[in-house]
């Protein structure tokens, strides 16, 4: 059994997102989805390194709300890491030192 990676966002503008994933694994994707909408309507990023380390979700709505998780299976069943909320609206974000600002939950 292995343990569930984390995501850590690194850097934030109005549209992308820079993220940074720790110990995927093998087969991980990321999936997202806009705050208060359901799993059933997730876009998935599946370009995910395998080895862990950045990568940016573009084309994102300005200013959105997003939940990310990462998600693998394990023995057939499907495994989530613990979900995020990250906005990249908030004031001091986009291009701030503080990312720590841009996670919300």
Request: a negative charge.
């Amino acid at each position: 059994m292995s343990s569930p990676p984390t995501i850590d966002i690194i850097d934030a503008t109005e549209c992308s997102l820079v993220l940074k994933i720790d110990k995927p694994p093998e087969g991980a994707t990321v999936q997202y989805i806009d705050y208060g909408d359901s799993w059933d309507n997730k876009k998935v990023f599946d370009n995910v390194p395998s080895d862990g380390g950045e990568f940016t979700i573009e084309d994102l709505l300005p200013s959105s709300t997003l939940i990310v998780r990462a998600r693998w299976e394990e023995g057939g069943v499907e495994k989530f890491s613990k979900e995020i909320i990250l906005d990249t609206g908030v004031p001091g974000c986009a291009g701030s030192s503080k990312k720590s600002t841009c996670i919300i939950l």
